[in-house]
């Protein structure tokens, strides 16, 4: 089992440039999770899909960012465009729901740096 | 608004000592609470989770101990180790919304 695959793991752009994560999750789960991860704020939920349906995205701090799922084995964060204030580590997570207590199982994360 | 309060923010606890991470929530909508453990280039990790009609839970070294009228919730790690060496996250989930609200994190390092 691969688990949550991420990519870029590392990421470095300049302000104002479009940047696009990408994350496939692990087989046969269903519901999918981007979290951001910074120093101040912590680990926090951006918007979770479920059967490739974005069921929450109030967490999604503005509309320069943007996330679609367009099949149950890849998705895609946009930040666009890009600003320093975005540096963070983003995180996929996915899980089978079957329950909401289900595990999240979390992919190894893609650390942006914005200039 | 920081819906889950943990502390400390860093702790050092010397080997085969006791390590006590602490987390307390306000939402009672809360019905589910993991710990999950993150090590350096890595992603979060569940480490251990429990109910809140349950008052405490153990597996192997770890213990969650839960007071639902206090609404407080505790990560005891016995006989710590080296290798425990990371950082800790509880969690409450909203059983209604299905969202996972994580504390700020405690960076735990074991020294021999």
């Known amino acids: 089992d691969a688990g949550v695959i991420q990519s870029p793991r590392h990421e470095v752009t300049e302000m104002g440039q479009e940047v696009t994560l990408r994350c496939k999750p692990i087989s046969g789960h269903n519901s999918l999770f981007w979290y951001r991860q910074t120093m101040m704020r912590g680990l926090e939920l951006l918007i979770y899909f479920n059967n490739n349906v974005p069921i929450d995205d109030s967490g999604m701090p503005e509309d320069r960012f943007s996330a679609k799922m367009p099949n149950a084995s890849f998705s895609t964060l946009k930040i666009q465009p890009s600003e320093p204030r975005d540096s963070a580590v983003y995180f996929c997570?996915?899980?089978?729901?079957?329950?909401?207590?289900?595990?999240?199982?979390f992919g190894p994360g893609t650390r942006l740096t914005v200039l | 608004q920081q819906q889950v309060k943990q502390s400390p923010q860093s702790l050092i606890v010397q080997k085969g000592g006791i390590s006590i991470i602490n987390c307390a929530y306000e939402?009672?909508?809360?019905?589910?609470f993991p710990w999950y453990q993150q090590f350096p280039g890595k992603g979060p990790a569940l480490l251990i989770a429990i109910r809140p009609d349950v008052s405490e839970k153990k597996e192997g070294r770890f213990t969650i101990s839960f007071n639902k009228s206090a609404k407080q919730f505790s990560l005891h790690i016995m006989d710590s180790q080296p290798g425990d060496s990371a950082t800790y996250f509880c969690?409450?989930?909203?059983?209604?919304?299905?969202?996972?609200?994580f504390g700020t994190g405690t960076r735990l390092t074991i020294i021999p």
């Open positions: 969690a409450a989930l909203n059983f209604g919304n299905e969202k996972l609200t």
């Open positions: 939402n009672t909508a809360f019905d589910y």
């Open positions: 997570a996915s899980s089978t729901r079957r329950s909401p207590r289900d595990e999240q199982f």
